[in-house]
């Protein structure tokens, strides 16, 4: 199956990636990839990291964190088709490379349903889940 190609591709990159990561240097323990998927390929991958720019309210300390799936859209401006099928993959392994909850945030989910994704799929403890875009499921061509 062509879908299991790519999940072992995005595994692989995943662990590939994952050691060479910029906040892996700072301990965070949450590493999350997302990849978006078109015509069978990946066309784009994202990472989650510290925000370049920080908008931070008075009296609070957090600044932001851009989360793997706006970073994965956004570097798939370009080439991100949206009226034709597309997908997406988030992956997180722990220091082991075994496979972790990488479920999406609401606010990241509503980000990528908005956009006209048609599911995520997203690894939990050794294995896959997925959720489908109750609006674009199977809609498009
Ligand atoms: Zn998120």
Same mark, same amino acid.
């Given at each position: /199956?062509?879908?299991?190609?790519?999940?072992? *591709?995005?595994? @692989?990159?995943?662990?590939?990636?994952?050691? #060479?990561?910029?906040?892996?240097?700072?301990?965070?323990?949450?590493?999350?990839? +997302?990849?978006?998927?078109?015509?069978?390929?990946?066309?784009?991958? !994202?990472?989650?990291?510290? #925000? #370049?720019?920080?908008?931070?309210?008075?009296? @609070?300390?957090? !600044?932001?964190?851009?989360?793997?799936?706006?970073? #994965?859209?956004?570097?798939?401006?370009?080439?991100?088709?949206?009226?034709?099928?597309?997908?997406?993959?988030?992956?997180?392994?722990?220091?082991?490379? $075994?496979?972790?909850?990488?479920?999406?945030? +609401?606010?990241?989910?509503?980000?990528?349903?908005?956009? !006209? /994704?048609?599911?995520?799929?997203?690894?939990?403890?050794? !294995?896959?889940?997925?959720? $489908?875009?109750?609006? *674009?499921?199977?809609?498009?061509?």
């Amino acid at each position: /199956m062509k879908q299991d190609r790519i999940l072992r *591709e995005c595994l @692989r990159i995943s662990r590939e990636k994952n050691l #060479a990561h910029p906040l892996r240097s700072k301990g965070w323990k949450y590493i999350h990839w +997302s990849f978006i998927i078109q015509d069978e390929k990946i066309i784009s991958v !994202g990472m989650n990291r510290d #925000a #370049a720019i920080e908008v931070i309210l008075p009296g @609070r300390k957090d !600044g932001r964190k851009i989360h793997a799936e706006q970073d #994965a859209v956004r570097r798939a401006r370009n080439t991100l088709q949206l009226s034709k099928h597309w997908y997406m993959v988030n992956v997180r392994l722990n220091k082991k490379g $075994l496979m972790r909850n990488s479920a999406p945030c +609401s606010r990241c989910r509503s980000i990528s349903e908005w956009l !006209g /994704m048609d599911r995520i799929i997203f690894t939990i403890n050794e !294995g896959w889940a997925t959720w $489908l875009n109750p609006y *674009e499921h199977r809609r498009k061509k």
